[in-house]
């Protein structure tokens, strides 16, 4: 969220909250909680996100609370008034002020993102372990805004603009540079131009969507980007932004594994029909092969030469002489024997080539057309219609790179992590297991400073990470199953397996690691 949307957030709540007061605050998931507000004359939800890319606040239909499978907060808060909603002048926060003088933060922005109640200048109880209770709280920044104290000529547009007003909305900055022509401004017309569309921008909001799917603020006749979408208020722009980000993300993550099968799937069978294609190079060789016996056999009475060629006579019209390599320990006879295998051999593989070559080109086109079609697919809940339709022909390509046996038969746990194959040392020599099973480019995991499980995602061959909720995810599992597991927010060392290396000698399970990650996690039981 952008400082200007919590402008009229701001309006908005004040409007609907004061006199009211906080019946319950609950979190149904990670990353999100929600108030539900009683005034004299509504009831309210207000809903929060510290999710990192999609940190929002705004109101939505009331609803009442889950009554299981969640987790309150800032019960001192129950029943007390709300005598106020405020936000400093130039940095993201937002303040609910009670009765009893405290106030309960909310921190728009960092991947630190909060909620806690403060009162008599100290925290008294939070939303997400970032901050300590019993702390001061953090003051917002207080910025110079349209008054740059250092040279910037040389910086780019977007970061010239963000200099003289570091709360610019800046998704929009690349339109309103291509279409005022901005990168040709001076410093002082910059700052002229950023004043003034700001200036306008507090005055009054036109909050739309944009047909490049962007959403804003600025009317049209500052941003002429055609409206796709017209929003009643600002709280239902943020509204709008935040539930089709997460169907974004949602379908994002539950595409990723299946797209990367996909294509690691078409890659193998482009390779395996690279090689299948020059298969009547191995008929050349069985030919070859085929005359060398001949050859051979017709100087079989010269017996064990115990050399590792022999030049004989050409029997097929070529070079007076021929070259043959040899096998030492066998005879001329033995040698020419293992010629006429070896031609039969590469006959019957050139053979079975042109019988599988049809066979994978019809797997590869059958690959690449599941592969565009799940990438055409933009609505989550027409990909999840379109998986359960072609359930039989993706399910060769939802392992990924796992072990095909149960779990039983394994030195270690094995689950699924948003479509990650994932494997959990069960003890010390299962640890060590699993690092020797594991590929180089699987991404190893390990509680920092502490005893516990080895945790690896198997990746196949995929030198790329997985997305970031899969490794925080997995790294929870890995604080969980360690001696870290009491903690309310624990390191996590994240890598690729082929920085971890095991020492000989060393005990079961130690291993060194040579380059790594620390990702801080709260433990979570698989």
Not at 102 to 107: H, I, P, V
Not at 261 to 280: P, T, V
Not at 281 to 307: C, F, P, S, T, V
Request: aromatic fraction near 10%; include cysteine.
């Amino acid at each position: 969220m952008n400082y200007y949307e919590l402008i009229y957030l701001n309006k908005t709540l004040k409007n609907k909250f004061i006199g009211g007061h906080i019946e319950q605050a609950v979190s149904p998931y990670k990353n999100y909680i929600e108030f539900f507000i009683k005034t004299k004359t509504d009831s309210y939800r207000l809903c929060y996100s510290s999710a990192p890319g999609n940190i929002t606040l705004y109101v939505d239909n009331y609803r009442g609370a889950k009554k299981s499978n969640t987790i309150d907060f800032f019960e001192g808060l129950y029943g007390k008034e709300i005598t106020g909603v405020s936000i400093p002048e130039t940095d993201r926060w937002l303040y609910l002020h009670f009765e009893d003088d405290s106030t309960l933060y909310f921190r728009m922005f960092s991947n630190r993102a909060n909620v806690f109640w403060v009162k008599e200048n100290e925290i008294k109880s939070v939303f997400k372990e970032y901050d300590e209770i019993g702390e001061e709280p953090p003051s917002p920044q207080k910025l110079n805004v349209y008054k740059v104290e250092e040279d910037i000529s040389r910086k780019s547009t977007k970061n010239k603009i963000v200099a003289i007003n570091a709360m610019f909305p800046r998704q929009n900055i690349p339109e309103l540079t291509e279409h005022y022509g901005l990168d040709d401004y001076s410093v002082d017309e910059l700052q002229d131009w950023v004043k003034e569309v700001c200036q306008q921008l507090e005055e009054e909001p036109h909050p739309r969507l944009l047909e490049n799917g962007e959403v804003t603020l600025f009317s049209e006749e500052i941003l002429p980007v055609e409206t796709e979408k017209e929003f009643e208020n600002v709280n239902h722009l943020i509204l709008y932004r935040y539930k089709t980000y997460s169907r974004n993300q949602r379908l994002k993550q539950r595409k990723s594994s299946l797209l990367k099968s996909l294509k690691r799937k078409i890659k193998r069978l482009e390779s395996g029909l690279k090689n299948l294609y020059q298969a009547d190079k191995g008929l050349e060789r069985a030919e070859k092969y085929e005359q060398w016996g001949h050859m051979l056999m017709a100087n079989a009475h010269l017996g064990d030469i115990n050399a590792e060629e022999i030049e004989v006579d050409d029997l097929y019209g070529g070079e007076e002489k021929v070259t043959i390599p040899l096998e030492r320990d066998l005879d001329i006879a033995g040698n020419a024997q293992r010629y006429y295998k070896k031609s039969s051999g590469a006959e019957r593989s050139y053979e079975e080539a042109m019988k599988r070559i049809p066979e994978m080109e019809a797997e590869k086109e059958k690959a690449e057309k599941l592969l565009e079609e799940a990438e055409s697919i933009t609505n989550l809940w027409e990909f999840q219609d379109w998986e359960d339709e072609f359930e039989d022909e993706l399910a060769p390509f939802r392992d990924q790179g796992g072990s095909s046996k149960n779990e039983d038969s394994l030195p270690f746990h094995t689950l699924k992590v948003q479509g990650y194959s994932v494997w959990i040392g069960k003890n010390a020599k299962s640890n060590d297991e699993l690092v020797q099973k594991a590929h180089k480019e699987d991404v190893w995991m390990h509680a920092r400073g502490v005893p516990g499980s080895h945790l690896v995602i198997r990746m196949g061959n995929e030198k790329d990470m997985p997305p970031k909720s899969v490794l925080l995810e997995a790294a929870s599992y890995a604080a969980f199953n360690s001696k870290a597991k009491g903690m309310k927010l624990a390191p996590v060392i994240i890598t690729k397996k082929k920085y971890v290396r095991k020492p000989k000698g060393s005990a079961p399970g130690a291993v060194v690691v040579d380059k790594e990650e620390v990702e801080m996690v709260t433990p979570k039981k698989p």
